[in-house]
């Protein structure tokens, strides 16, 4: 069965570049989940979408990021401009049901802002 | 195997032996546990999960034990071995409308 599957695995940028990282989420699964993971915060909750639509955005840092979820298949999360602070571990995740179900992880972006 | 929590990074385990690995949790009222394995370069996986109307959860080799009582939540893993090295998340929950916690996240690493 096909995971949460995420691209690109990794992207080196410049600093004041827009980035786009996207993800698929399992098909069936109704809730997406965008997490960022550092060594010096852990995974953090950027955003979630229930039912394609934003229910909790208190975990973006800043404008300068953005989430979109224009299908049940298909989530961007956006950052313009890019600082060196963003880089960090991406990783989206989606699960069925309310939240306190088993959410599933794909891979994962690696981002790295020069 | 050594018990340990979660203020201590690292857990070294002889293979074969049992893994024990502890979390303590925040939220006296948190009602779901779910235990990740990180391995490198991956996404977190799910391994085990156990609601707070039960005590303790077996899995493949994995056994979730859940101590309300003093918020402490542990990971058992038997005859660990070499593909159990990775970093082990425990992972709280309040109720159906509420944000998964992350702990801090612990590295197991088994010695051949």
């Known amino acids: 069965d096909a995971g949460v599957i995420q691209s690109p695995r990794h992207e080196v940028t410049e600093m004041g570049q827009e980035v786009t990282l996207r993800c698929k989420p399992i098909?069936?699964?109704?809730?997406l989940f965008w997490y960022r993971q550092t060594m010096m915060r852990g995974l953090e909750l950027l955003i979630y979408?229930?039912?394609?639509?934003?229910?909790?955005d208190s975990g973006m840092p800043e404008d300068r990021f953005s989430a979109k979820m224009p299908n049940a298949s298909f989530s961007t999360l956006k950052i313009q401009p890019s600082e060196p602070r963003d880089s960090a571990v991406y990783f989206c995740?989606?699960?069925?049901?309310?939240?306190?179900?088993?959410?599933?992880f794909g891979d994962g972006t690696r981002l790295s802002i020069l | 195997g050594e018990s340990v929590g979660l203020h201590l990074p690292t857990l070294s385990v002889q293979e074969g032996d049992n893994s024990i690995i502890n979390c303590a949790y925040s939220?006296?009222?948190?009602?779901?546990f779910i235990w990740y394995k990180q391995e490198s370069g991956k996404g977190p996986q799910f391994i085990i999960d156990?609601?707070?109307?039960?005590d303790k959860r077996q899995g493949q080799r994995v056994t979730v034990l859940l101590n309300k009582t003093v918020k402490h939540l542990s990971l058992q893993i038997a005859a660990t071995q070499p593909g159990d090295s990775a970093v082990y998340f425990c992972?709280?929950?309040?109720?159906?409308?509420?944000?998964?916690?992350f702990g801090k996240g612990i590295t197991l690493s088994v010695r051949p």
């Open positions: 098909s069936g699964h109704n809730s």
């Open positions: 156990i609601r707070s109307n039960m």
């Open positions: 979408f229930n039912n394609n639509v934003p229910i909790d």
């Open positions: 939220n006296s009222a948190s009602d779901y």
């Open positions: 995740a989606s699960s069925f049901g309310q939240l306190n179900q088993p959410q599933h």
């Open positions: 992972a709280e929950i309040l109720g159906a409308n509420s944000k998964l916690t």
